[in-house]
């Protein structure tokens, strides 16, 4: 049978495997519901009917841009003119309110993760719907799916036709079913094994003709595991965003005690201010406040109630978990949805355990502070992933190993080897193999949190109070960083060896991000030359252009490393005696930072960059008529559209909007912390769509290469 080039098989809508033993046009089948992270089949039908819409032309090659283009469907708000927030809402239409808080908020309450658990993980068994019902299953393993075959495209579907199928397996029950030809048979549980030869069911069906049609149905079970930092993770894109009142403010401001005070809209002895500009005068301690309860009973809860901070808290942001700041929103959980989109014969298993803040050492290997919520720390991946994989648990995993790392606190340039110890599972207690890794790791090696606030503050006193509230981030410039870069190999090799040992994963089935510059406007300049723009939440942030150029040239010379490491044939200047030799083997991705080179953190769309401009800065009310500008906090469009691909700080004061638990909620110091701390300088949920369809040209190849796996066209109505 003829192998299709990947670029071929990329035109077809759905694949088969080796075992097809009709004629492709004689019978069409698919996987109902084949993203096995959502649990009813209505979260996949979201994104199928948003695929098919913007897909187009079945015939014609598979759009380089699909995973955006869903994107765009998904979240474009619902109104007629999007030119900016207030005009969106002036021309909204009927799903306007659910359109503004994005694709996820939907999809978030019922998946195979206990987002609300403690602590939070992927559960177990998870009870899927189906169209016939609901079913148990092993997250990992399934033991079945559910499968709708129906005749092609070129056969009658006049009359009542007779379908028959058994399991491939010896012993199976044969069942038969009589409906009319047009319907399509759905079978409630083709059984799945690893082993192939013995997977899937055989099908037949007797036509009214007489003439008996075959089929074999085998499902491709991929397990797709994504393990990483914030950029992995979908930080600062919560799964559902905060909603703000579009009347009331925040006063910021341990003196303001009573309710008069909270209620009123300009506090005693403050001074006027206008449109929010770093250019013009405002309160700081003035912001959007979060819409709550009181403000929908027409009450006002004092401020510093219990009534006010359990309505507060009630309104946080959603997060599929909020421990690790992660989200359906990253990059990894739209490519295993694309996926499962583009071959409907494939079921995707997807396991994302990426959390923000993480480094090779305290996140992949050690526990690492958690970013909020009540469990304190959340579990080194690597244990949560040999966990899930073992059978029996991690009673089961007895495979002692140990690992040399370079360790060094934050800000100093003193290094030290140590060994890291650790408990895998033996591979015959495996539940299976991992069929592709999605990684995003190095940036927090390196330091990239303390590079940020070197690029966005003039002394580290600036925000020293905050320090320790940040994961005691430490403020430092790219030379310290530079001591960290010339141990990333070594972080990296172990990486390589662990997921080997541990995981029996291959250099070759695994995926690395190398991140997305964040410097450049919408020219291809070094932001800065509007140091406050985007960043009025807090009057001691501001860009630096010449801080922001040695971040620029350091994350040049960081890819550059990136690149040596992953494969020393990429560059001719590679360093000698890199621990990882002539590489990891990893595929490295950095097609996608092209698309970032206009995009950064402070580019304006070049088609309106005035106005743009003044819609990346904090909503304040204005003086003159006591109206939120430049709009209303209540119609603020986390979602939509944006030409810049990052999340200032003012984006994620709006999105997130995490207040520490350890200060008054009305704490002077909680808007910067919540500037920060919600996910700034972190690609937006477009951003991680971009991001996705270049490592999609990465995981098809990964999946192609699989031994025994051979793809062949299935004929397609193009009906579903």
């Not at 309110?97 to 908020?105: F, H, K, M, N, T």
């Not at 201010?273 to 770093?278: D, I, L």
């Not at 939440?537 to 890819?559: C, I, M, Q, S, Y």
């Not at 109206?627 to 979602?639: H, V």
Request: glycine fraction near 8%.
């Amino acid at each position: 049978m003829r192998r299709l080039t990947l670029a071929a098989a990329s035109v077809l809508s759905l694949w088969t495997v080796v075992g097809t033993s009709a004629n492709a046009a004689d019978l069409v089948w698919e996987i109902e519901s084949p993203f096995r992270l959502f649990k009813p089949t209505s979260s996949f039908a979201l994104f199928e009917n948003a695929y098919r819409h913007v897909r187009g032309d079945l015939e014609a090659p598979l759009p380089a841009d699909i995973i955006w283009r869903t994107e765009r469907r998904l979240n474009d708000p619902d109104c007629k003119d999007r030119s900016s927030p207030d005009r969106c809402h002036a021309t909204r239409g009927p799903r306007y309110e659910q359109s503004r808080l994005g694709w996820a908020a939907q999809t978030l309450p019922a998946v195979c993760f206990e987002s609300q658990g403690n602590p939070r993980r992927y559960s177990t068994i998870c009870e899927r719907k189906y169209s016939w019902g609901t079913a148990k299953e092993d997250y990992i393993l399934p033991e079945a799916h559910t499968v709708t075959i129906g005749l092609g495209p070129d056969q009658p579907t006049d009359g009542q036709c007779t379908w028959t199928w058994e399991p491939r397996k010896t012993g199976g029950k044969v069942e038969t079913k009589k409906i009319a030809c047009k319907t399509k048979l759905t079978i409630a549980r083709v059984p799945f094994a690893l082993d192939r030869a013995v997977s899937g069911v055989a099908v037949s069906v007797k036509l009214p003709d007489g003439r008996e049609l075959n089929e074999t149905v085998i499902v491709d079970d991929v397990l797709v595991v994504a393990i990483g930092d914030s950029f992995a993770s979908g930080e600062s894109n919560p799964d559902r965003p905060v909603n703000f009142s579009g009347t009331r403010e925040m006063v910021y401001d341990p003196q303001v005690q009573r309710d008069e005070q909270l209620a009123a809209r300009k506090p005693a002895n403050a001074p006027m201010y206008g449109v929010a500009s770093a250019d013009q005068g405002f309160n700081p301690k003035v912001l959007p406040r979060r819409r709550l309860e009181d403000e929908e009973k027409s009450l006002s809860y004092k401020v510093n109630s219990r009534e006010f901070i359990a309505a507060f808290e009630q309104r946080n942001a959603r997060w599929f978990s909020a421990d690790c700041h992660r989200s359906q929103y990253g990059y990894p959980f739209r490519v295993g949805l694309q996926l499962a989109l583009e071959n409907r014969h494939r079921s995707v298993t997807l396991v994302s355990l990426a959390c923000s803040g993480s480094e090779v050492t305290a996140g992949l290997f050690q526990e690492l502070a958690s970013r909020e919520g009540a469990q304190k720390t959340v579990r080194a991946q690597f244990d949560q992933l040999s966990d899930l994989i073992c059978k029996g648990g991690a009673a089961a995993r007895t495979v002692k190993a140990s690992y040399t790392l370079p360790f060094f606190e934050h800000g100093s340039t003193s290094v030290q080897m140590r060994e890291v110890a650790q408990r895998w599972c033996p591979p015959q207690q495996r539940k299976r193999s991992i069929d592709l890794v999605l990684m995003s790791i190095g940036g927090n090696d390196v330091g990239f949190g303390a590079l940020a606030l070197y690029s966005m503050t003039e002394s580290a006193s600036d925000l020293a109070p905050i320090a320790g509230l940040v994961g005691s981030q430490v403020r430092f410039p790219p030379s310290v960083s530079r001591v960290y870069l010339a141990s990333l190999d070594k972080r990296l090799k172990a990486v390589k060896d662990a997921l080997r040992d541990g995981f029996g994963v291959e250099p070759a089935r695994v995926v690395q991000n190398a991140y997305e510059p964040i410097q450049f406007d919408e020219t291809g300049g070094i932001c800065g030359t509007q140091p406050t723009l985007g960043m009025d939440v807090h009057p001691n942030l501001r860009l630096n252009k010449a801080r922001l150029t040695e971040v620029g040239d350091f994350f040049k010379d960081f890819v550059k490393r990136l690149e040596c490491i992953s494969s020393t044939g990429r560059r001719s200047d590679c360093p000698a005696g890199l621990a990882t030799g002539p590489g990891t083997g990893f595929s490295l991705v950095t097609e996608h930072q092209v698309k970032f080179a206009k995009r950064g953190i402070c580019a304006r769309n070049p088609q309106s960059a005035i106005a743009d401009g003044m819609l990346m800065q904090m909503p304040r009310k204005s003086a003159l008529d006591d109206e939120f500008k430049p709009y209303s906090p209540d119609g603020a469009l986390p979602y939509a559209s944006h030409w810049r691909l990052f999340r200032t700080p003012n984006d994620a004061f709006l999105a997130a909007n995490l207040h520490s638990p350890s200060l008054p909620v009305y704490d002077i110091l909680q808007p910067v912390y919540a500037g920060l701390y919600s996910g700034a300088v972190h690609p937006t949920a477009e951003g991680h769509a971009i991001v996705a369809d270049q490592v999609m040209h990465h995981a098809r190849s990964v999946l192609d290469r699989r031994p025994n796996i051979v793809i062949t066209p299935v004929a397609t109505t193009g009906s579903r």
